[in-house]
């Protein structure tokens, strides 16, 4: 499939509500629950995509609109949440991500992006040169990996209580090695 | 985790409002693509899912509470959907597959299972002596599984537009080989 902006913005808009809906209201042994040593929680998903919001995709996208192919961008902080996010309740985080998304895409829909913004170049600090447009579809696919990771490690909380089930159950052993 | 009948029947709530989140209204190109010969579409999946509320959890939960524990269950056809479902749409399958799951969590609740049901055996086809308690987690973890594919799934028809950023968003290169 090729990108489409109108498309993109309407899943990118589907995220907090989807994740409300799986994880707002379930107990701390769902929530705070993860797949083993450094692997993040639903609860940790949920500040991972609100450091999306604030320090990842609309900062890189606003260095690439300022039209210097060269500007690099800031490497991004996979682990900022742990400290920001200390005490805070997974409904509180749940809203911010809400807010913060709402904002987001309604910048990203003042610029009126075509074809040739969407071309538009910056470095990344290890991919070399990308374009607006590539950030935009990692931002899509981030999104639906996240809400995958959160499904997954929410399942492998049961690994052991559906018994001879788990073989037919591929989701229990998916990502045994983290990958991200 | 120990398997906690309220909460598991809490996530099976969630299921269809989890998945009006991510599929209403997207177009055919997100909800009609697959990951390759023999494998689900998001309009699969929940296709799949309606055939899991009217052939397999409950008909299965009804043989175990018969207290035979010799008493086989019927094969799962895992492929039913696809002559079922033709010609329907995606908004028609995920408001019958919140009906549908309504009314089975309405009858688990009535059937107020304690500790000494959840313990009853019956045999699957292939697994053998499965007891209440492990169909009631496969469930559960059966759902959450179907929804990280149906992201998964969504995820994978921009992996050629995120560019250099493939190889960091690890859900594009998952389930290359199906495993289920």
Redesign the interface.
Known sequence: ???DLA?SM??LR?TP??LR??LD???E??SR?NEGADTFSPFDVVGHLIDGEETDWMPRARIILARDPEATFVPYDRFRHYARNRGRSLGSLLDELARLRAENLAQLAAWKLGETELDLRAR?PS??P??L??LL??W???D??H??QV??V??K??HD?????AP?????T??EAP??
Chains 1, 2 share one sequence.
Do not use: C, K, N
């Open positions: 499939m090729r990108f498309s309407d899943l589907r509500g989807t809906d799986l209201g379930v107990g042994a769902w629950s990344h991919l070399g990308v374009t447009r590539q579809a990692g899509v696919v981030h639906l990996g809400i995958a499904v997954r929410m399942a909380q049961y209580e559906v018994g001879p089930w037919y159950l591929p989701v229990l998916d990502h990958r991200s």
